[in-house]
């Protein structure tokens, strides 16, 4: 094996074990934790209660602008792929029900939301800004995946993405496959 292939390998080696940093619940092949709160509509919701072949799981705030400029493309991925068992979910955090739904109204907003005014899953998901994203396969497990905006591999996306761009629709198109 030459200099360059064992410094390639190295490195590789080096990028899996700081993807997975030892955070309970979020490395890559894991079952996410269950977020338990409250629809929009004030019914109880839990994200194990949320059924599909492939999730984005978004973590978002109405006071947070990028979550807010995305918002219209998540909304057009989830109806571009829905009907091929692709769910996005957004899970609200620091945020009250009234905004919440003034958003959800506001942007035409379809796909699940879960409210979770105790900030249990930001705790859980040990999330540090938002907007945050991951994409879990059908078991809702975490998968590493190709970032969209620099085709670095990744576990959790952080910032907005342009999630109604081409190189997303390839991906998922590849994930639903």
């Known amino acids: 094996m030459g200099v360059l292939q064992r410094v390639l390998m190295t490195t590789a080696l080096l990028w899996c074990i700081g993807c997975t ?9 894991d079952r996410v934790p269950n977020v338990e709160g409250i ?9 194990y209660d949320i ?19 995305e918002m219209p493309a998540l909304q057009s991925l989830h109806t571009k792929f829905k009907d091929r068992g692709f769910q996005v979910i957004g899970i609200a955090v620091d945020d ?3 905004n919440v ?8 907003i379809t796909y699940p939301i879960l409210i979770d005014n105790k900030a249990q899953s930001k ?24 970032d969209p905006a ?23 198109n590849s ?3």
């Open 123 to 146: 705790r859980q998901y040990q999330v540090k800004g938002f907007p945050e994203s991951f994409v879990l396969d059908g078991e809702q497990r975490v998968m590493v995946i190709t």
């Open 96 to 98: 009250t029900e009234e």
């Open 51 to 69: 059924k599909g072949k492939l999730f984005l799981l978004n973590f978002w705030a109405t006071w947070c602008g990028p979550c807010i400029e």
């Open 150 to 172: 620099d085709g670095t591999p990744q576990t959790r996306l952080w910032g907005p993405r342009e999630w109604d761009s081409p190189n997303v629709g390839h991906l998922i």
């Open 39 to 47: 629809s929009p509509t004030g019914s109880p919701l839990a994200l």
């Open 175 to 177: 994930l639903l496959k």
């Open 101 to 108: 739904r003034e958003t959800i109204q506001k942007f035409g």
């Open 21 to 29: 940093d030892g955070r309970s619940g979020v490395n890559p092949g």
